[in-house]
């Protein structure tokens, strides 16, 4: 038996919890959401080390490099999950936010547990993304040590990209690895080991707060309305919208005209119908601020436009 392994918090076994077979279902589902419970009060204490992410992570995304999770199982899929919700949602470049999974994308739909175990395919798989000095890795791994993860991390470092490490043990054995560790103690699972749980909870929670953070730090949002989204299908268009309605304070049919006429723009339209402009001036303006539309909107109120 592998006592590093054992040695975990996150394969601890929690004799406090009754066996669940032996529980009605109503208790069942209890006792895993009070376990559940514990997941926000663990992410609060780690906060600063994510606010320090969030600015790191901007940074690298402001001056033109990538972030790109790295991880495998339950942890590389919800890195997958969050990198494929930044382009429809804040309208970033596909290649902007990336997942890389141990396995290869086929690992998001079916387990390939073997391959989390070699550290050089994490370093070859971000080799092969071109990984370098302009860039920001992000290693997700609950039990802090996979060699998959931490072998991407070692990669990382050694072509100058910056590092941060998330996991669900403390201390974790990547932490060294990393600019930034963030390490969450969740404690043990209700059912030892499974750290699609308690952990995953964890990261999934991690991870929101790194990219949305991230995103308001690049302008991507205006009074907490996503108005950088792509308005594709009809629930998009129909928010899209209620954020210019609400934002520029207008009816329906003067949000409708105004979105319209901004080319199914959120941000040029709420800029057009705030400043009483054309769509051309709205986006010289918005160019002029960095696509931030509360700069845009002040600079105009102070003469910064030309």
Request: glycine fraction near 12%; aromatic fraction near 2%; charged fraction near 25%.
């Amino acid at each position: 038996m592998n006592d590093q392994l054992a040695r975990l918090s996150t394969e601890q076994w929690n004799r406090a919890i009754p066996p669940l077979e032996t529980l009605d279902t109503l208790r069942m589902v209890q006792v895993i959401n009070q376990e559940d419970q514990k997941v926000a009060r663990a992410v609060e204490a780690v906060l600063p080390e994510v606010a320090r992410a969030v600015d790191l992570i901007a940074g690298v995304l402001t001056a033109g490099g990538r972030m790109l999770y790295v991880g495998a199982g339950t942890s590389g899929r919800i890195g997958f999950l969050d990198s494929t919700e930044c382009p429809p949602t804040f309208n970033t470049d596909p290649e902007t936010v990336q997942a890389v999974l141990a396995g290869g994308m086929g690992a998001v739909a079916e387990a390939c547990e073997g391959v989390e175990d070699s550290e050089q395919a994490g370093a070859e798989d971000l080799q092969a993304r071109g990984v370098g000095p302009g860039d920001v890795v992000v290693g997700l791994a609950a039990s802090g040590r996979t060699p998959y993860v931490m072998g991407a991390l070692r990669f990382a470092r050694r072509v100058g990209a910056a590092t941060i490490a998330v996991s669900c043990n403390r201390p974790a054995e990547q932490a060294p690895l990393a600019d930034i560790a963030i390490s969450v103690d969740t404690g043990s699972e209700v059912i030892l080991g499974s750290t699609r749980m308690k952990a995953g909870t964890a990261q999934k929670l991690v991870l929101n707060m790194l990219s949305t953070g991230a995103m308001v730090r690049l302008g991507k949002t205006y009074g907490n309305l996503m108005v950088d989204m792509k308005p594709t299908n009809y629930k998009l268009v129909e928010r899209a919208l209620r954020m210019v309605r609400l934002a520029a304070d207008l009816d329906d049919e003067a949000a409708a005209r105004v979105l319209a006429d901004s080319g199914n723009q959120p941000k040029v339209a709420i800029f057009m119908a705030q400043r009483g402009t054309g769509r051309g001036d709205a986006e010289a303006a918005l160019a002029r601020a960095d696509g931030d539309l509360r700069r845009a909107l002040e600079e105009g109120r102070t003469g910064g436009e030309g």
